[in-house]
């Protein structure tokens, strides 16, 4: 009886986990997995089958990163050893969450380490253990307003999987936000692959202050289309000491609506010279709005006026030959020869007279 009405009614499926560009948001205390689904993130922090988080990240179609406290920033050495490190990956794959992400420690650069050997080191453990696995790591280097501060290159370049730079442009007065900019020059200059970027949505905090709705657009504004697969948001509720999601839940769901990478730009617009015909010389001045004060005096705009930013000849000037060709040039012409030819014959009588 049961196996004939498992057979007629088919079981309730696992919401999917969301695809398309990473969309992740820090969380610290928060269990809300749908609401954060329904803002638009399809990705969390402290998830995997190690974790009581697993079944209700997956039930709202959300994607969550596995922590590994594996490295410390004050002794700038690694602090799990490898074999607890597999024992994570194992229990995920055994688990069913086979090709999980790995969150690596946290902004390893943060106190001068040179962490580059370390996390090499941590990423091809994961990668024994689970071949599918990506390991992540928050990396600090461009979080610095004094940007002649920033270490040279790119020193975590290659160590693991996937980098994601945390910028907070917003300390005391206007947001830096050319601090992203030039952040993007850098990766771009060492042809970076498979990065993301992390948002500014807390405080105040420390030498932080709280960012606006509007500072927290411009933000992924300024990151937007530089070829990253994803982006995060910290934070979306305290981590114990800086408040979290000061922009609004209104504005977080705009933001992930928003493409990471729009379409390539179109092409630039043919020479306007190539594209407007020559007027004739009996055209009549168009109503179309004046050209341009970029546009070269001698060429009109497309629909503009041929004669468009020319300057009458000074008073007192005589007409060039080129005018005196023209019909009316003609009449002046023949007048001129009939003006003449009266003065002579007015001269030849005078004479006679005498």
Known sequence: MWSLLASVIPARPMTAVAAGP???VYRFSSTAW?????????????GGTNTNYYAGQK??????M???PAYDNSSCKQTMTDAA????????????NAGARY?????????GCAAASSYAHMTSVIHAADGRAKTWVADDQFNDPSTSHWPAGLPMKGTVDILAFDIYPCQAGPCQLNMIDLAIQRIHSVALQNWEFILQDFGPCESWRATTAAEVTQQFQHWQGAGASGYWIYTYDSDGSCPGNVAGTGELRTINSLPVNGAAPPPPPASPV?????????????SAPKTSP???????AAGGSPTAGASAPPTGVQPALSQLKTPAGTVFVIMIGALLALVGWGLGFVRRRR
């Open 85 to 96: 490190i597999q024992q994570v990956v194992q229990t995920n794959v055994s688990g069913g």
């Open 34 to 46: 749908s609401t954060l689904a329904q803002d638009g993130f399809n990705w969390v922090t402290d």
């Open 294 to 300: 970029k546009a070269s005096p001698r060429t009109p």
């Open 103 to 111: 969150q690596v420690g946290d902004e390893p650069t943060a106190n």
């Open 22 to 24: 990473v969309r992740g």
């Open 274 to 286: 190539a594209q407007t015909p020559k007027p004739k010389p009996s055209a009549v001045a168009s």
């Open 66 to 68: 596995v922590w590994l």
């Open 59 to 64: 039930a709202a179609g959300l994607n969550g």
